[in-house]
Every structure is written in structure tokens, then in C-alpha cells.
């Protein structure tokens, strides 16, 4: 579904993405880990055409996206949700919902962005409860769930999510990344970018460890668990 070749961005000076190598198989969970700096965002943001990309390519479905704008990607169907949500604050439940299908037009595209609702209404209960509620007065875990249903109300076929866990107690990181794990059961495609590696490694079928803006390691998520450097430097020592 989707394929990084040799990716490279630049900042300035600064050489963010040295040669990035990545692929996303449609119905499984993809993580890519790793510390502050890695590059882990800049990645995400270089797939949504929210950053030039000056070497390498993506191709998503089969479409190159180097050059594309942001809307133009999300129309292919890759939604990024931001670190820090990124809801509208002052706008209600509801309204923000109905933000995330604001490309679906046709009338085919309508209806099925209303079985899309219902879908999402029925993966978070709570906001079925809350449509007419202000968005800015919810929790946030419950604004992160807002913010990953919005994109589930679009023509997301790619559901590329950053930071979920961030600032959350774990309680809330548990049912999050149940609900993560719960796409993918019902055949969704999911990359996940956490530093919560641990809980990434544990639901994500594949992952990716960056470091300085190089794939360091790369495998299926049970056996990088196992890797003693891994353990080691994002693991907190041995043990699960």
C-alpha cells in the first residue's frame, strides 16, 4: 500500500531524513520508534506534503505523492492524525466529526461518510453522548479519540498516527491503543509513530527503529521486543 524509497529531507543544513526505507502492508500495523529527534514526525509529515522531500520517493497506492499537496494526499486516502490532536477547540463533537469528510461530496461519498459516523460513534460510545458538546471541554484522551474518529470519517484507506499516547495517563494509552488494535482487526491500515515503544511493539505487526534520521533496525515487532539493544535503549533494561 505504501512505499518509502530512499527518502531524504533536509532542514536547512540539517540532514532530517538520510535515505528512509519503509513500507506499509494494507491490514497491518506499522511502527516506527525511536528517540526525540529521530525523525519519527518529519517522516509523517514528509508522506502528507507537509515537508519537501529532496531525494527519494513514496508511493501510495500505486501514485507517486512527491510534489502532491496536503489535500491532495488526504484525497488518496493517507490521513495523518498530529501530535497534540490538533481538534478544533471551539467547535462541537459533532462539527468536527463532520470536518473529517469535508472531501466526500459526490452523494455516494455522503452516504458513505454517515456509515463511516456510525462506525466511529460506535468504536468511542462516549462521543455519540457529547456530538453537541465543545470539543476543547473534552479530556484528552477523549480529544485524541476525537481526533483519530475524525479521520476515520474520511476516505482514510492509510491512518498514519503521531504521537497517540503523548501526555496521557495509561489507562487512557491502554484503551487507545485497543482501539488501534481494533482497526486493524476490522482491516484497517495503521502507522503508528509512538515513543511508547513498548506498547507500540507489543500491538504493531512490523516496526521501524530510527535513530538520527536512519532505519537503524527493522523486523517483526515481537522479535525487535527481544533484541537486547532495543530492550536496552528504548525499553527501559530487560524484560517486557
Do not use: C
Request: proline share 3%; hydrophobic share 40%; glycine share 12%.
Amino acid at each position: 500500500m505504501l512505499a518509502v524509497e530512499d527518502l531524504h529531507v533536509y532542514y536547512g543544513g540539517l540532514h532530517a531524513l538520510k535515505g528512509i526505507n519503509l513500507e506499509v502492508h494494507k491490514g497491518e500495523i506499522v511502527a516506527v520508534i525511536g528517540r526525540n529527534g529521530a525523525g519519527k514526525t518529519t517522516l509523517l509529515n514528509a508522506l502528507s506534503g507537509l515537508v519537501r522531500v529532496q531525494g527519494g520517493s513514496i508511493t501510495f497506492r500505486g501514485k507517486t505523492l512527491r510534489g502532491k499537496k496536503p489535500h491532495e494526499i488526504v484525497n488518496l486516502g493517507l490521513y495523518q492524525v498530529p501530535e497534540g490532536r490538533r481538534i478544533f477547540s471551539p467547535l462541537t463533537v459533532l462539527e468536527n466529526l463532520e470536518l473529517g469528510a469535508y472531501l466526500r461530496v459526490s452523494s455516494k461519498d455522503k452516504i458513505k461518510a454517515q456509515e463511516d459516523l456510525k462506525y466511529v460513534l460506535k468504536l468511542f460510545p462516549f462521543l455519540k453522548e457529547r456530538l453537541n458538546q465543545q470539543a476543547g471541554t473534552l479530556s484528552g484522551g477523549e480529544q485524541q479519540m476525537l481526533a483519530i474518529g475524525r479521520a476515520l470519517v474520511g476516505k482514510t484507506k492509510l491512518l498514519a498516527l503521531d504521537e497517540p499516547s503523548l501526555g496521557l495517563a495509561p489507562m487512557v494509552v491502554k484503551e487507545i491503543f485497543g482501539v488501534i488494535s481494533r482497526l486493524r482487526d476490522d482491516g484497517g491500515t495503521i502507522l503508528l509513530v509512538e515513543q511508547n515503544a513498548r506498547a507500540a511493539l507489543k500491538i504493531s505487526d512490523r516496526a521501524y527503529v530510527l535513530d538520527a534520521g536512519k532505519v537503524a533496525l527493522e523486523g517483526p515487532s515481537h522479535s525487535l521486543l527481544d533484541r537486547e539493544e532495543v530492550q536496552k535503549v528504548y525499553l527501559g533494561g530487560k524484560g517486557r
